[in-house]
């Protein structure tokens, strides 16, 4: 059974910064694109960044130059590091795969990371 799981969220001051991770276990396809969603209170659930198995990443206007994401292939993870963070920035952050053929989605239980002074 595929499981996500996440870490690396938390409480943090404007301008500060957090790391995510996320690890899949239990994939038996290959593994296509991995990213991290994030959903704010009372919004819908947006991309924050991505990053295709070759490691060519994308990122939603609002945090480029500040987030950058990577993966691991050997360790089935994928890392948001996250600088220069601003309150908006305050959201569940989701992590998510693409598994097989059909790039069947996965989802992490999300991290809460909430930036405030």
């Known amino acids: 059974q595929v499981q996500l799981v996440e870490s690396g969220g938390g409480l943090v001051q404007p301008g500060g910064s957090l790391r995510l991770s996320c690890v899949a276990s239990?994939?038996?396809?290959?593994?296509?694109?991995m990213g991290w969603y994030r959903q704010a209170p009372g919004k819908q659930r947006e991309l924050a960044a991505a990053?295709?198995?070759?490691?060519?990443?994308n990122y939603v206007d609002s945090v480029l130059g500040r987030f950058t994401i990577s993966r691991d292939n050997a360790k089935n993870t994928v890392y948001l590091q996250m600088n220069s963070l601003k309150p908006e920035d305050t959201a569940v952050y989701y992590c998510?795969?693409?598994?097989?053929?059909?790039?069947?989605?996965?989802w992490g239980q999300g991290t809460q990371v909430t930036v405030t002074s």
């Open positions: 239990g994939v038996s396809f290959s593994i296509g694109d």
């Open positions: 998510n795969v693409k598994l097989g053929y059909y790039d069947v989605d996965f």
């Open positions: 990053i295709t198995r070759d490691g060519i990443p």
